[in-house]
Structure formats: C-alpha cells, structure tokens
C-alpha cells in the first residue's frame, strides 16, 4: 500500500514537473491575434507562453518536452454554455442550471453548483474547449449568476477564472413556459423593471452617508446593484426582433451593459445593435431552428461580421440530445455559411475573451498568456479532423492521436 | 387478410398512376463529374443519362450519349445517388400516443403533412428517399411510410412501395424510451419484452387462423387492425425497426426477433459497439445516429462515433439516419463524415447514406445506386461529400430538379432566415416526455 502511494505520488509530481517547460512545433499555428505562423514554435514554462517563433528563428532549448502537430490554436472559449451546471444524464439531480421556485433569483451563484468533473466539461476539453463561460440557465427573467473557468479538472476554486462574471436573464417566450406568471412580454417586462427601480432605490439607500440609514444586506439587491452601477454585464437571452428590441430598451432605461445572446434575429436589427453598443453572443449555428428561433440565419455571423459587429459563437443550452454543442463545430459551421476561416476562429478565441473581459489570460497565442493551446490533425473545422491534444495552463489535458 | 392486400393495392395503384405524371421525355446528359454509382468504383469525369425519370446509363467519358439528349456539363462537381434516410420524423408523424404502449394500428400515413417545409431541409441536405417513423416513447410506435421527395399534395403521392410490396416498416423501441410511470406503460425491461412476446403470440395465432381458412371465408377471423400489420411482419415483409441503445437491450431486440423469426433493422445502438460481434452473428443490419456529444438521456450517455467503424470490422450492414429533428436532415452528410473521422472507411460511410439505407428498406431495387434502371434521384455537389467546404448544389429525384442552391428560394431553406420555415412544422417528435425521459 505504502508503496503504491509513494508510487502514484511520484507519477503525479512527474507529470507536474513534465508540464513545465514545453515546446510544440506546427506546420502552422493560428494564433488569433496576428498572422498564421507556418513552422511555427511555441515555448511554455510554467503555465504561460513563454516565446512563439518559428523554426528558424527559435530553437527549442534543452529541457524542453517536444509536442509537434500538422494545426495549432489557442484555446478554444465556449462564450455562453450550461454544462457543469447541466450534466450528461438529463435527470432531477444533474440539472442544476435553472431553479424553478420563483422567475426572478439573481442571488443564485453558479460558483456554488458547477462540477468540474461533469462529462459534459470532459467532451468539451477533449474537443479543445478550454474555458467556459457558463452557469444559470436560459428560461427566467433572472435565473442567477455565470461565471469563468478552465475545464480542467479540479476543485471549482482551482479551475475558476471569475466565479461571478455576467446576470444571466432571458426575454421570450421560454420564461413563460417555466413560470406561471410572467404569461405575456409586456408583463415580463413590467416585473424585470420593477425589480431594477427597486434596486436603483436599495443602491442609493446603500449609498446614504449615514451608515446607520443603510438598509440591511439583501443578497437579490446586492448582485443587482452591480449590475446597476455596471461592474457586471447582463447576460440578456433573446432572439425574436421584438424580444431583442426589448432587451435593448430595458439596457437603454437602465443602463445596463448589455449582452445580447442567442440573438437568432439580431441579423435583421443591425443598425439597432450597433446604436445600441450591445455586444453579441450568437447562437449556435447548428441551433434548432424551432420555437422562438425558427427564423435562426445560418449566414447570421457572417452578416453581423460584415457589418462590424463582433460575434462570439456559444453551445448555448439544450435540453434534450445532444445536452450541447461544440464550438469548434458550431464555428466551423458560421465558416461554411460564410464566413471566413480566419474570423471563424475569432468567434471561439479572442472575440469571447474581449468579450468575458479576460483577454489579458486567454484567447490568442501570444506571449504572457496562459499556456492554453490545441493541437490538430488537420484543418481544425474540416469534419474529419480529429483535435489530438490539448494543454490548459501548459498542462497536458487531452491526449488523443496515437 | 384478402380485404388488407386489397386496401394496400388500391394504394399501390394509385402511387404507381401519380409517379408517371413528373416524367421527362428528354434525355438528359450529365458529364464531367466524379460520380460515386455506389455499384462499382467511382468514375471520374463520368457520365449519367436519365430519361423520363429513371436511369438509362451511368459510365465513363466514352459513354454513348443519346442523340436528342440536353446536355449539362457539370464537370469538377461530384455526384451521388440521392441520400436515404431510414429514420427520420419530418411531416410530423406523431404515431402512439399515450394511451397504450403498443400501437401497430397507428399509421405515420394517417398524420404527415406532405406540404411540410420540414421537407425542404431533406431536400437542401440531398436526402430524397425517408422513412418517416412514428413515436418515439412506445414499445411499438406504430406504421412508419417510406416516401420520396416528390411534390406532393397528399401522402398517397409520396409513397414508395418497396420489393416486398409495402410502403412502411413497424417502429418498436426498448429501453427507458418506453419505459414510463403511466398506465398501460411497462415499468421495467422485463415487462416491456413480456408484453412485445405477448402481442407477437396474439399476432401468430392470427396469422395461424387465416392460414387454416385458406379460401373458406367463412373460417377467416374477424379483421383487427392491430394484427394485420404485425402478420406483415411476420411473413417477413414489413420489417421492424427497433430503436434500441444500450447493450443488453439490443441483444433484448436480437433475442425477440429470433423468437418470432421477424426482419429487423436496428436504430441509434449508442452502444452498439460493446456487442458488434454478437450484432453481425445476429446478421442483423443497423442504423446508426452520429452525435457528436454523448447523453442527454440516460441509454444514450455511452454514445460513441466509432461505432460505425466498430461495426464495419465486425461486418455489419451500417446506414446512417438523421432521426430529424433530433439531427439537421441538412446535414446528413456531415452525419457520415463523423464516423469517418473516428475510423470508418469512406467507401462504406458513403454506403450508409445510400445504397446500405435502401437495403434495409427493402427499396434497394428502384433507389441507392446509380444504376441502369433505377430511379433518376441523384444529387450535385460542389467538392468532397465528407467536406465541410463542400455543398449540396442540386437534388434531383426521379428526373426532377428539386432543389437548386443558385435559386434564392431554394437557399433560403439551407440557411434559413425571417419567414423561412413556419413555426407549425413537428419533427420535434420528444417533446411531451424530453424532462422525464431516462
């Protein structure tokens, strides 16, 4: 017994050891900031990107573990997801991302239900996904908080980028089928602003002088007043026109800062976004077009691109099969609908980065940033590539090309 | 029994009397393109002759061409036999409903909507031939109807009448699909075989008795709706198709379709690749779902995408279908290029989508091939079929041109957009059990 623990232990130290100091070599590597490297070199040393060069111009020192591969990216962020809220059997006790008590819960973390070693975090890391941005469901007017993570493996506190990024709320006719009440849009609309007015006057109580005027701490108005005073975005679900449109008055009246997601529609309100400054997180291409998504564009990325608005493609949420989808493959699909390779890697790097606010960490292949790479077969959208190996902070986390 | 035949004939003729109405006098010439006949190796720069709706010849550039043929020069495209989909839910086939577990009177024929624009997805995928199945949450979901992508106003004109001369298979599931807390629902995987042995029983007596009266009708027992179709089965020429996922329920499929000596076509087998040995000792045929994420539902969380490539080492007969709206009909190819991707071998992915499909419909005679006398559905495209860079640009189904990616109204159906599809359409066949269904 003592013997196997000395042994394990050491095979754990090794592969920690192992995974500081790493060179991969590349017939190319995107790295979604510049232009393509070919015979690209990437050196990693404790958990960040050390140097990136090429063959020529940067030999791999002595020490250095070499990974050599046809295709490299960075590490690829699901903008908007559920998993590890929402799990791979579909039942009571491994959904946890959409709490049905009451419409409107802005105090729920996600911090507090992700599990890190849900297989649904597994498929996506091994599909080279390595940061999430996910957390509380699409179908109440507030269902709680996201947050920021590696999918590595590991406790939530170690795998955390932000545990509280974004208010997750929906506009549509989702929240409807959840709740009893709110039954129309414009009573959804009336509940969501109230609760903001009764914020705006919790915040400005909480801002008295006198401390002992100060109203007691209230968790639901807490998280709301960061919204109010901007230190988080609001994640706002919504895909018809009118739901869009709505969403952007509610930003307008109470200045939020606001994210659009889904957003099946937005390619016919594109003056409206723009004017708006909302930023966009697009539905999954291979998205169902039912519900209030039947009029979903497959060329929208490629509209919104066009028109200069950046797009950051998600899984989204699904409640049937499949329980998500890959980003890889939902850009590789925005690619085949029109838009180009190189803005199709965007869409899943550095526009979901700028977006969650954490591109000074992830998103690109540059020097600084955590060692988040994957490495390819092939053209990483063709449908026949297989992604081979993924590291996240240097570390391997896949392996799977023989 | 006589009275059914009678019933199915009148179908028959009917089918058989609207076919000929879309038949083009011309002969038309494609030439230039690598064409995979699917009955020999592919043939570069090719040609195909069609002519009032069938297939007068498939051949190299030293084809002979007609001397009134229109010629069209498709040179670099590929073409493919137009794509079968053996379990698919586009038209809304509904089928059992929550009043029994077994349903062999329910016909998907008695509830498609033939204008669905569900259909145009097929199209826009190069689909042209579908069985369309009832259900799903049923230990027998009911009649499902083969059709082809004809314009079509009634079912009747859609359908195909296949070798065995029926126009549809019998939907069976097992598992947690059927498994339900609801009366007349078995609650576990034991009952659920029971009360499928039980109805076959019911259904061998039947057959018995309409054997022994021979042409005495006064000995031949009453009509039953719920018998005469599973009698079809039993002679073998109604074929089940048994959803099935989970190991030990698929080798539950093998085990009752030897008891009762019943054809059978294996759907979705998420773990189809625990028991291939034991499927292709079965000589059983299987139809495969590609998902690219496992689970979503309890029997489907071992899924794998490698059991395509599992089952063709094995030698079984593998076909691929979309169960749209559960997989895009659009992207049926993209279907194939996945379990290319985790080791199957492009000859046998691209059998999967047609001439392996038409088989295991017992259609393989008109449909699945590119060959001298079989029906004129064939499909353009712009580059590899296993490519995401390449596109459907037409699909042609029985000398007809169905779908054009250069008109705009035909794209728009590809992409989508404002007004595309109605929001009435009812592939989406999980939706009243999709939060408890384990």
């Given at each position: 017994m003592?013997?196997?623990?000395i042994?394990?232990?050491?095979?754990?130290?090794?592969?920690?050891?192992?995974?500081?100091?790493?060179?991969?070599?590349?017939?190319i590597?995107?790295?979604?900031?510049?232009?393509?490297?070919?015979?690209?070199?990437?050196?990693?040393s404790?958990?960040k990107?050390?140097?990136?060069?090429?063959?020529?111009?940067?030999?791999?020192?002595?020490?250095?573990?070499?990974?050599?591969?046809n295709?490299?990216?960075?590490?690829?962020?699901?903008?908007?997801?559920?998993?590890?809220?929402?799990?791979?059997?579909?039942?009571?006790?491994d959904?946890?991302?959409?709490?049905?008590?009451?419409?409107?819960?802005?105090?729920?973390?996600?911090?507090?239900?992700?599990?890190?070693?849900?297989t649904?975090?597994?498929?996506?890391?091994?599909?080279?996904?390595?940061?999430?941005?996910?957390?509380?469901g699409?179908?109440?007017?507030?269902?709680?908080?996201?947050?920021?993570?590696?999918?590595k493996?590991g406790?939530?506190?170690?795998?955390t980028?932000q545990?509280?990024?974004?208010?997750?709320?929906?506009?549509?006719?989702?929240?409807?089928?959840?709740?009893?009440?709110?039954?129309?849009?414009?009573?959804?609309m009336a509940m969501?602003?109230?609760?903001l007015l009764?914020a705006?006057l919790?915040?400005?109580?909480?801002?008295?002088k006198?401390?002992?005027?100060?109203?007691?701490?209230?968790?639901?108005?807490?998280?709301?007043?960061?919204?109010?005073?901007?230190e988080?975005?609001?994640l706002?679900?919504?895909n018809?026109?009118?739901?869009?449109?709505?969403?952007?008055?509610?930003?307008?009246?109470?200045?939020?800062?606001?994210?659009l997601?889904?957003?099946?529609?937005?390619?016919?309100?594109?003056?409206?976004?723009?004017?708006?400054?909302?930023?966009?997180?697009?539905h999954?291409?291979?998205?169902?077009?039912?519900?209030?998504?039947?009029?979903?564009?497959?060329?929208?990325?490629?509209?919104?691109?066009?028109?200069?608005?950046?797009?950051?493609?998600e899984s989204?949420?699904?409640?049937?099969?499949?329980?998500?989808?890959?980003?890889?493959?939902?850009a590789?699909?925005?690619?085949?609908?029109?838009?180009?390779?190189?803005e199709?890697?965007?869409?899943?790097?550095?526009?979901?980065?700028?977006l969650?606010?954490?591109?000074?960490?992830?998103?690109?292949?540059?020097?600084?940033?955590?060692?988040?790479?994957?490495l390819?077969?092939?053209?990483?959208?063709?449908?026949?590539t297989?992604?081979?190996?993924?590291?996240?902070?240097?570390?391997?986390?896949?392996?799977k090309?023989? | 029994?006589?009275?059914?035949?009678?019933?199915?004939?009148?179908?028959?003729l009917?089918?058989?009397?609207?076919?000929?109405?879309f038949s083009q006098?011309?002969?038309v010439?494609?030439?230039?393109?690598?064409i995979?006949?699917?009955?020999g190796?592919?043939?570069?720069r090719?040609?195909?002759?069609v002519?009032?709706?069938?297939?007068?010849?498939?051949?190299?550039?030293?084809?002979?061409?007609?001397?009134?043929a229109?010629?069209?020069?498709?040179?670099?495209?590929?073409?493919?036999?137009?794509?079968?989909?053996?379990?698919s839910?586009?038209?809304?086939p509904e089928?059992g409903?929550?009043?029994?577990?077994?349903?062999?009177?329910?016909?998907?024929?008695?509830?498609?909507?033939?204008?669905?624009?569900g259909?145009k997805?097929?199209?826009?995928?190069?689909?042209t031939t579908?069985?369309?199945?009832p259900?799903?949450?049923?230990?027998m979901?009911?009649?499902?109807?083969?059709?082809?992508?004809r314009?079509?106003?009634?079912?009747e004109?859609?359908l195909?009448?296949?070798?065995?001369g029926?126009?549809?298979g019998?939907?069976?599931?097992?598992?947690?699909?059927?498994?339900?807390?609801?009366?007349?629902?078995?609650?576990?995987?034991?009952?659920?075989?029971?009360m499928?042995?039980?109805?076959?029983?019911?259904?061998?007596?039947?057959?018995?008795?309409?054997?022994?009266?021979?042409?005495?009708?006064?000995?031949?027992?009453?009509?039953?709706?719920?018998?005469?179709?599973?009698?079809?089965?039993?002679?073998g020429k109604?074929?089940?198709?048994?959803?099935?996922?989970?190991?030990?329920?698929?080798?539950?499929?093998?085990?009752?379709?030897?008891?009762?000596?019943?054809?059978?076509?294996?759907?979705?087998?998420?773990?189809?690749?625990?028991?291939?040995?034991?499927?292709?000792?079965?000589?059983?045929?299987?139809?495969?779902?590609?998902?690219?994420?496992?689970?979503?539902?309890?029997?489907a969380?071992?899924?794998?995408?490698?059991?395509?490539?599992?089952?063709?080492?094995?030698?079984?007969?593998?076909?691929?279908?979309t169960?749209?709206?559960?997989?895009?009909s659009?992207?049926?190819l993209?279907?194939?290029?996945?379990?290319?991707?985790?080791?199957?071998s492009?000859?046998?992915?691209?059998?999967?989508?047609?001439?392996?499909?038409?088989r295991m419909?017992d259609?393989?005679?008109?449909v699945?091939?590119?060959?001298k006398?079989?029906?004129?559905?064939?499909?353009?495209?712009?580059?590899?079929p296993?490519?995401?860079?390449t596109?459907v640009?037409?699909?042609?189904?029985?000398g007809e041109?169905?779908?054009?990616?250069?008109?705009?109204?035909?794209?728009a159906?590809?992409?989508?957009?404002?007004?595309?599809?109605?929001?009435?359409?009812?592939?989406?066949?999980?939706?009243?059990?999709?939060?408890?269904?384990?």
């Amino acid at each position: 017994m003592q013997l196997k623990a000395i042994l394990l232990a050491s095979i754990l130290w090794t592969s920690t050891a192992v995974s500081a100091q790493i060179a991969i070599k590349a017939n190319i590597i995107y790295t979604a900031s510049g232009t393509p490297i070919r015979n690209g070199v990437i050196l990693i040393s404790k958990g960040k990107i050390e140097k990136v060069g090429t063959t020529n111009n940067l030999p791999i020192p002595a020490g250095y573990t070499l990974y050599q591969s046809n295709v490299v990216t960075p590490g690829l962020i699901d903008a908007r997801t559920l998993i590890g809220m929402s799990g791979v059997l579909n039942i009571p006790v491994d959904q946890d991302q959409l709490e049905k008590s009451s419409p409107i819960q802005p105090d729920l973390r996600a911090i507090d239900a992700y599990n890190p070693d849900e297989t649904l975090v597994k498929v996506a890391r091994e599909c080279g996904i390595t940061t999430l941005h996910t957390g509380h469901g699409i179908g109440a007017l507030v269902s709680g908080q996201t947050m920021i993570v590696k999918t590595k493996p590991g406790t939530v506190e170690n795998v955390t980028i932000q545990p509280l990024s974004m208010l997750a709320m929906t506009i549509g006719p989702s929240v409807s089928g959840y709740y009893g009440s709110p039954g129309t849009k414009a009573k959804q609309m009336a509940m969501i602003r109230t609760e903001l007015l009764k914020a705006q006057l919790y915040l400005k109580k909480m801002n008295d002088k006198d401390s002992s005027k100060r109203p007691s701490l209230d968790l639901n108005m807490d998280i709301l007043s960061k919204l109010l005073k901007g230190e988080i975005k609001a994640l706002i679900t919504a895909n018809s026109s009118v739901d869009i449109m709505n969403a952007i008055r509610l930003a307008k009246e109470f200045n939020l800062r606001l994210v659009l997601d889904g957003a099946a529609e937005a390619y016919r309100l594109i003056d409206e976004i723009k004017s708006s400054k909302a930023e966009i997180i697009l539905h999954a291409t291979m998205a169902r077009n039912e519900g209030d998504m039947v009029n979903m564009n497959r060329e929208s990325a490629a509209l919104l691109t066009a028109a200069g608005i950046p797009v950051s493609i998600e899984s989204g949420y699904e409640a049937y099969v499949p329980k998500t989808r890959i980003v890889l493959y939902e850009a590789a699909m925005a690619m085949a609908y029109g838009l180009s390779f190189d803005e199709a890697l965007k869409t899943i790097t550095i526009h979901p980065a700028k977006l969650l606010g954490i591109d000074n960490r992830v998103g690109s292949i540059d020097v600084g940033k955590d060692a988040d790479v994957v490495l390819y077969d092939g053209d990483p959208f063709e449908y026949t590539t297989k992604v081979c190996t993924v590291f996240i902070d240097g570390a391997v986390v896949s392996n799977k090309c023989p | 029994m006589k009275r059914f035949i009678q019933t199915s004939a009148a179908i028959v003729l009917f089918v058989s009397l609207t076919c000929s109405a879309f038949s083009q006098d011309q002969p038309v010439v494609f030439k230039g393109a690598l064409i995979y006949s699917m009955n020999g190796k592919p043939i570069d720069r090719g040609v195909l002759v069609v002519r009032k709706g069938k297939i007068i010849s498939v051949g190299d550039a030293n084809t002979k061409l007609p001397a009134d043929a229109l010629v069209q020069d498709v040179t670099g495209k590929v073409i493919l036999p137009g794509l079968i989909d053996t379990h698919s839910h586009l038209g809304g086939p509904e089928g059992g409903d929550g009043s029994a577990a077994l349903n062999p009177d329910a016909r998907a024929l008695d509830a498609i909507n033939p204008s669905s624009d569900g259909f145009k997805k097929a199209l826009a995928g190069g689909i042209t031939t579908i069985n369309i199945m009832p259900g799903s949450g049923h230990l027998m979901s009911g009649q499902t109807v083969y059709v082809k992508m004809r314009p079509a106003k009634t079912i009747e004109e859609m359908l195909i009448v296949n070798e065995k001369g029926v126009y549809g298979g019998m939907k069976m599931a097992n598992g947690t699909n059927s498994i339900r807390n609801s009366s007349g629902f078995p609650g576990t995987r034991a009952k659920s075989a029971a009360m499928v042995r039980e109805l076959f029983l019911q259904a061998v007596e039947y057959k018995n008795k309409i054997a022994k009266a021979g042409k005495d009708s006064s000995k031949m027992p009453e009509r039953n709706l719920r018998l005469e179709p599973l009698v079809e089965v039993l002679e073998g020429k109604r074929i089940v198709h048994f959803h099935t996922h989970k190991a030990n329920d698929i080798i539950t499929a093998i085990r009752l379709s030897q008891e009762f000596k019943f054809r059978m076509v294996m759907h979705h087998l998420s773990e189809g690749w625990k028991v291939a040995d034991e499927i292709a000792k079965a000589g059983v045929p299987c139809s495969l779902i590609n998902i690219e994420v496992p689970g979503g539902k309890m029997e489907a969380v071992n899924l794998s995408l490698a059991t395509g490539a599992t089952l063709e080492k094995a030698g079984v007969a593998v076909a691929f279908h979309t169960d749209d709206g559960i997989t895009d009909s659009r992207l049926f190819l993209r279907s194939a290029a996945l379990a290319v991707r985790e080791g199957m071998s492009k000859e046998k992915a691209l059998e999967a989508v047609t001439i392996a499909g038409a088989r295991m419909l017992d259609l393989s005679s008109k449909v699945g091939s590119l060959e001298k006398g079989k029906d004129a559905d064939f499909i353009i495209l712009s580059g590899d079929p296993f490519s995401v860079y390449t596109k459907v640009e037409q699909t042609w189904v029985e000398g007809e041109k169905r779908w054009d990616i250069q008109n705009p109204a035909d794209k728009a159906f590809l992409t989508g957009g404002y007004g595309v599809y109605s929001t009435d359409r009812s592939e989406f066949h999980h939706h009243d059990n999709e939060d408890n269904e384990q």
